[in-house]
C-alpha cells in the first residue's frame, strides 16, 4: 500500500486497514519473541542442568561445563537467527506507532510523510534489517553473558576444588596455575592447551558484548528495546 492510493481511502475504511494490519504485525512479532523467550529457556535450563551434574560429584569430569558453553553457543546462534526475524515484524509495528499513532496524538509537519510506501516496499520485498553479527551481539550482550560467566565462574571453581575433584587429585586452593592446568587436561588435549582456548574464547565474548556497536535500526529511537 502507497501514500498516493492511501488518500483515496476514506477516513473510516484507512483506520480499518492501519487497526487490522497493526494488528496482524503484533501477532507475529509476539509469536517470534515467544520463540526468542523459548531459546533463553532452553539456554537457562542447560546451564541448570549441567551446573547440577558437574558439581554435584567429584566423579563428575571439568569437560561437562566446557560442553554446556559448546551448547550454549548454538542456542546463541538460533536465538540470533530467531532475532532477525523478530526485528523485522517489531521494525514494522514500531513505524506505526512512530509515524501513525504518535502523529494523531502529537502531530509534527511533514514527519516521515512517505512511510506507507517504505512500509509496501518491505511487504512487496522483505528484507532483514540487522546482520547475523549484529543480532548475536544484541543476544549476547542482554541475555547469554550471564550464563557464560556463570558457566566460566563453575568451570574455574571445580578445577581448583579439592572437594570437587576425583581422589587423588594434586589440586588444592593454594595450588598454582600450572597445578589447575592439569587438572583441565581434556581426554589427550593438554590442560594449558584447554585453559587457554577457555581464556581466548571468553575474551572474544567480552569484545563482542562491550566493543562492538549493534545500536542500529530501532535501538537508534528511545531506550526500551529488546
Not at 5 to 22: G, N, R, V
Not at 67 to 83: G, Q, V
Not at 192 to 203: A, D, K, P, Q, T
Request: proline share 4%; net charge positive; hydrophobic share 50%.
Amino acid at each position: 500500500m502507497s501514500d498516493a492510493f492511501a488518500l483515496k481511502l476514506t477516513s473510516s475504511e484507512l483506520a480499518t486497514t492501519m487497526s487490522h494490519f497493526h494488528r496482524a504485525e503484533i501477532a507475529r512479532m509476539a509469536g517470534w519473541r515467544d520463540r526468542l523467550d523459548r531459546t533463553s529457556n532452553w539456554a537457562i535450563t542447560v546451564v541448570a542442568a549441567m551446573l547440577s551434574v558437574s558439581l554435584s560429584t567429584p566423579s563428575a569430569h571439568h569437560g561437562v561445563l566446557l560442553f554446556a558453553m559448546l551448547l550454549i553457543t548454538l542456542l546463541l546462534w538460533i536465538e540470533a537467527r530467531r532475532y532477525r526475524f523478530f526485528d523485522v515484524y517489531r521494525a514494522r509495528v514500531r513505524q506505526f506507532e512512530r509515524y501513525y499513532f504518535a502523529q494523531i496524538f502529537s502531530p509534527q509537519p511533514d514527519y516521515a510523510s512517505n512511510w506507507l510506501a517504505i512500509v509496501g516496499e518491505g511487504l512487496r520485498s522483505p528484507r532483514f534489517l540487522i546482520s547475523q553479527r549484529a543480532a548475536l551481539v544484541r543476544r549476547l550482550r542482554r541475555t547469554y553473558i550471564f550464563m557464560y560467566t556463570i558457566l566460566m565462574l563453575a568451570w574455574v571453581l571445580k578445577i581448583t576444588t579439592p572437594s570437587l575433584q576425583r581422589e587423588g587429585s594434586p589440586i588444592g586452593f593454594g595450588a598454582s596455575f600450572l597445578d589447575a592446568a592439569r587438572v583441565a587436561q581434556l581426554g589427550p588435549v593438554p590442560g594449558i592447551y584447554v585453559v587457554c582456548m577457555v581464556g581466548l574464547f571468553y575474551v572474544g565474548l567480552l569484545a563482542a558484548a562491550f566493543l562492538i556497536s549493534s545500536d542500529e535500526g530501532e535501538l537508534s529511537h528511545g531506550t526500551v528495546h529488546v
